[in-house]
Every structure is written in C-alpha cells, then in structure tokens.
C-alpha cells in the first residue's frame, strides 16, 4: 500500500519481502555512518526482530 507518493519517490508499508533488501542496506558501512553506527551491524534475526516484531 502506497501511503505517499511525490515524483520518483513512494512511502509505502514495509513488507515481508523487504528483509533481504534491509539487511543488505542495514550491513553497508556507508550506511551504518550514519544509521545506528558501524560498529552495530545488523543480522537477519535482528532485522525480524526491529522491522517485523510486534
């Protein structure tokens, strides 16, 4: 479900099918500079766990 939309940008919900596209994001080193820090690399569990967990 798209909640926004502008140009080339769409804000939907995150589903299921994002884990392997977070996790991939959530282990890049540019990424964690800026995003929790690099010395806080996430795992799949932890990806489950933060993004999908009630």
Do not use: C, N, S
Not at 28 to 48: N, T
Request: hydrophobic content about 35%.
């Amino acid at each position: 479900m798209r909640l926004l939309e502008h140009e080339d940008i769409a804000l939907r919900t995150l589903e299921p099918e994002d884990a392997p596209l977070l996790l991939k994001w959530l282990t890049d080193p540019a990424v964690l500079e800026w995003y929790e820090g690099r010395d806080h690399p996430y795992d799949a569990e932890r990806v489950q766990e933060d993004f999908y967990g009630e």
